[in-house]
């Protein structure tokens, strides 16, 4: 799996003038993922497999044990993550932040990424939202996957309406690759992925996801 693809691939779409439809696509590639640059396409991601290690690390790992960390990713450098306990697998789980980092910064020609990675026992944003960013990566590595409006095309203002609330809502699958654009990206005032956090229940996994946002240093 390479990001070598990515930067070329992307000079060859341009986010000018959003179209009529907003809308979200699930591609088939890695390098498909420049069609985030289509103006209309608010969501774009990639289903992929995750390595078994990752998976064996997280549930390794104390059920109740809280993990937060916040780094600033360069692609010079590998992940440190101190906040990481040593575990097996832990190794398989920092290769795969360093490829999601990669794959960020070669599409956005980005200098580095901020990262969150957090493990969660409630819904962190359970209610219909755009995120005022430019753009933001998304990987849920275990539990529920975030979730996005499948009808795009809706009013922004009208997120609390009992019509939208009640909209059929597709949820990523674990390790899929999740492209969120954010109401400040160019030409798209106005727009924005509208998505949530999935709601846990009493018996459902604790849930482990990463984000990535673009940062350009002056």
């Known amino acids: 799996m390479t990001t070598e693809k990515l930067s070329t691939a ?124 430019g753009i933001r990566l998304v990987c849920t590595y275990q539990g529920p996957g975030t979730q996005w409006l499948e009808d795009q095309n809706v009013d922004r203002g009208q997120l609390r309406s009992e019509q939208v609330r009640n909209g059929r809502a597709v949820e990523a699958t674990p390790g899929e690759i999740v492209l969120l654009k954010g109401a400040i990206w160019q030409g798209n005032q106005g727009y924005g992925a509208i998505h949530r956090s999935p709601e846990l229940t009493v018996n459902a996994p604790l849930r482990t996801l990463v984000t990535l946002d673009p940062f350009w240093r002056e």
């Not at 009529?20 to 088939?28: A, E, F, G, K, L």
């Not at 969501?43 to 497999?49: A, E, G, K, P, V």
């Not at 692609?75 to 932040?97: N, Q, S």
């Open 10 to 133: 992307a000079e060859t779409l341009t986010a000018s003038t959003l179209g009529s439809t907003p809308v979200w696509r699930r591609v088939n590639e890695l390098t498909d993922l420049v069609e985030i640059f289509d103006p209309e396409v608010q969501i774009c991601s990639w289903q992929r497999q995750l390595d078994p290690a990752i998976a064996q690390y997280l549930c390794g790992l104390e059920l109740n044990r809280k993990l937060q960390a916040l780094e600033t990713l360069v692609p010079t450098d590998p992940p440190e993550i101190g906040a990481l306990p040593e575990h097996p697998g832990k190794t398989a789980l920092l290769d795969d932040l360093a490829l999601l980092r990669d794959i960020l910064c070669e599409l956005l020609g980005s200098e580095a990424a901020g990262m969150r990675l957090a493990r969660l026992g409630h819904a962190m944003c359970p209610g219909w939202h755009v995120d005022k960013v």
